[in-house]
């Protein structure tokens, strides 16, 4: 057998046991869990994880539905520390524009402390990942 059979056998092999592997970094990661407010679980909100370190993969989301969100590996979601942003918006049934009665003003119910000014920090590390908010508006 020739240097060049080898040579082509071994990348051949390497190639057939990276598919076997599958394309992952062995990084990835989901999250999930519960989110309630002054004990009650939150609807209709979004939370949001934002990387604090450089090199870590986009930030993921996921609406808050009574009280449960995920985020699955498939989202790109990486390891590391992030800042956790949750939010939810609720309108006030007014208009904001005598031109376009469909836009209404709307409040913020969730405190900054856990979304423009968020002290809420998790880390995420390979795997399944359960993170769970207890927030309180006062």
Same mark, same amino acid.
């Given at each position: ?7 082509f056998r071994l990348v051949a092999l390497s190639s057939t046991l990276a598919l076997l592997m599958g ?45 449960s969100y995920s985020i699955p590996a498939s989202s ?12 939810? &918006?609720?309108?006030?049934?007014? /208009?904001?524009?005598? %031109?376009?009665?469909?836009? =209404?003003?709307? !409040? ?11 002290? &809420?920090?998790?880390?995420?590390? /390979?795997?399944?990942? %359960?993170?769970?908010?207890? =927030?309180?508006? !006062?």
């Amino acid at each position: 057998m020739s240097r060049f059979e080898v040579l082509f056998r071994l990348v051949a092999l390497s190639s057939t046991l990276a598919l076997l592997m599958g394309c992952t970094s062995g990084k990835e990661a989901s999250v999930s869990g519960k989110v309630t407010l002054d004990g009650a679980p939150l609807d209709d909100a979004n939370i949001s994880f934002v990387p604090l370190s450089d090199g870590q993969r986009d930030a993921g989301w996921a609406t808050v539905s009574q009280g449960s969100y995920s985020i699955p590996a498939s989202s790109g979601l990486g390891i590391g520390k992030f800042r956790v942003e949750i939010r939810a &918006l609720r309108a006030l049934g007014e /208009t904001t524009n005598r %031109n376009d009665p469909s836009l =209404l003003n709307a !409040k913020e119910i969730i405190p900054s402390r856990y979304n423009s000014k968020s002290e &809420l920090i998790k880390e995420i590390k /390979t795997g399944e990942n %359960n993170a769970d908010f207890d =927030l309180t508006s !006062k």
